[in-house]
């Protein structure tokens, strides 16, 4: 335990300065002068005479506090040493740790340097090269462990009747082969009927990749059978046609456009969007000037629509390709436009786009994980018994590595609840203020 020599000054401060200075034996001091140090000096390790107290160095953190380390002089060689000051560099990296920590939350919320450098000005001002210094470092620097074999299922239900009886179908297919793991008939389908059901075809204690519709219900039943060990993907494609039913059949051009606008969030619709765009401009036009029938012009305008889209999907048919899925990057940059507008949209589309927010993570999930499918597609085809098989490749755009090492660390829990505030890693300095 290092001897503390309490004064006016540090006197309130000793129960923190004997936690600061717990790694240090018998042999060192904290003098009235704020001086760490050992009683007595060192050796010389040149000359084998024990060295003499020499004065101090300062070390100082800009708007934490400053620390005197003790220097010695050996008497013969003049050789000047001074004392190790390791507590000086945990306190500090205790408080930047907490610090970067919150710089790494709001980076993998994807706020700006720019922003964070405001917010961080009211607690530790740094500049924004710095910021992302943090975040870069602390990012590559941080192992994650090798994530142990995930085994990908899809899961759906179907509510087929039996003559007057109403029956359940649950169905599970593995996601790589696309065949059945179990497919069962059920008279009732509650909570518990579903658990059952995965927890005698699944692995409980296996990582897992599971894909379902956007039912509420799914989110606790899973986490209640697989714990942590779940990462659930709701289907995009059932996402989408979520999207086509909140609109009315007869839309108007706007509404038409809003739509692709929302279905551009995941998959590209961005020709779709620019056709659109147009006719909502000149729908303004009709409905100002009423040069022509407004109806009429929809009627009309409509149907180019469908002969457009139609186009575009036999040109697809033909190439054997599919609705080109947006990169991880570019869909957050889609729904940030379409947030930053949010006031201007009509109820529909400001509930859609908070539910999207809502359940990001779940929506967004398969971007993460190897050869992890993004729609419930492959269930829909084995019910239907079509062979159409799609895989789609994941594209990843360099650059991304530490938005997707962040949102990694999200899933590992890296962000979950902290050791230390930075309130209380603060409190280590306040013997060493400034308050100059
Ligand atoms: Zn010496």
Redesign the pocket.
Same mark, same amino acid.
């Given at each position: 335990m290092t001897t503390i020599s309490l004064n006016l000054m540090n006197i309130s401060h000793s129960d923190t300065l004997s936690k600061v200075f717990s790694g240090y034996t018998d042999d060192y001091e904290y003098t009235a002068d704020g001086i760490f140090r050992r009683i007595k000096p060192p050796i +010389?390790?040149? +000359?084998?005479?024990w060295?003499i107290h020499n004065g101090y160095n300062i070390h100082y953190k800009e708007h934490l506090g400053g620390v005197k380390v003790g220097r010695y002089l +050996?008497? $013969? +060689?003049? $050789?000047s040493l001074e004392e190790d000051f390791s507590f000086w560099e945990k306190i500090k990296s205790a408080f930047f740790g907490t610090l970067v920590k919150i710089c790494q939350i709001l980076r993998h919320n994807h706020v700006s340097l720019e922003e964070m450098e405001l917010l961080l000005a009211h607690i530790y001002p740094r500049d924004g090269d710095t910021i992302q210094n943090w975040i870069k470092g602390s990012v590559q620097e941080t192992v994650i462990p090798e994530p142990e074999e995930v085994q990908i299922v899809h899961y759906d239900e179907q509510h087929p009747k039996s003559g007057r009886n109403q029956k359940y179908r649950l169905t599970l297919l593995d996601g790589v082969t696309k065949k059945p793991i179990a497919d069962e008939i059920h008279d009732t389908k509650n909570s518990d009927t579903v658990k059952a059901f995965l927890r005698k075809h699944l692995n409980p204690e296996q990582s897992i990749f599971i894909v379902t519709d956007l039912y509420k219900g799914y989110p606790n039943i899973f986490h209640e059978v697989f714990g942590n060990k779940v990462v659930h993907q709701f289907c995009l494609f059932h996402l989408n046609q979520l999207i086509v039913n909140d609109f009315p059949r007869n839309a108007t051009m706007n509404q038409e456009l809003m739509k692709y606008k929302l279905l551009d969030i995941f998959y590209d619709r961005s020709q779709e969007v620019q056709f659109l765009s147009r006719k909502a401009e000149e729908e303004i036009g009709i409905l100002n000037k009423g040069n022509e029938p407004y109806n009429d012009w929809l009627e009309k305008t409509s149907y180019l629509f469908t002969q457009f889209l139609h186009n575009r999907e036999l040109k697809r048919r033909r190439n054997k390709e599919n609705l080109k899925q947006r990169s991880y990057c570019s869909s957050v940059i889609k729904f940030n436009n379409l947030m930053a507008e949010f006031d201007y949209f009509e109820a529909p589309v400001r509930r859609r786009l908070l539910k999207i927010e809502e359940y990001w993570s779940n929506l967004t999930a398969f971007y993460f994980v190897d050869n992890a499918p993004a729609t419930n597609n492959a269930i829909e085809n084995y019910y239907s018994a079509s062979l159409k098989t799609q895989r789609k490749s994941q594209l990843r755009e360099p650059g991304l590595e530490i938005q997707m090492k962040l949102a990694a660390m999200k899933r590992e829990d890296y962000f979950g609840k902290p050791k230390m505030t930075l309130l209380k890693a603060f409190y280590m300095f306040i013997p060493f203020v400034d308050w100059k």
């Open positions: +010389c390790l040149d +000359c084998n005479i060295m +050996c008497p $013969k +060689c003049r $050789k």
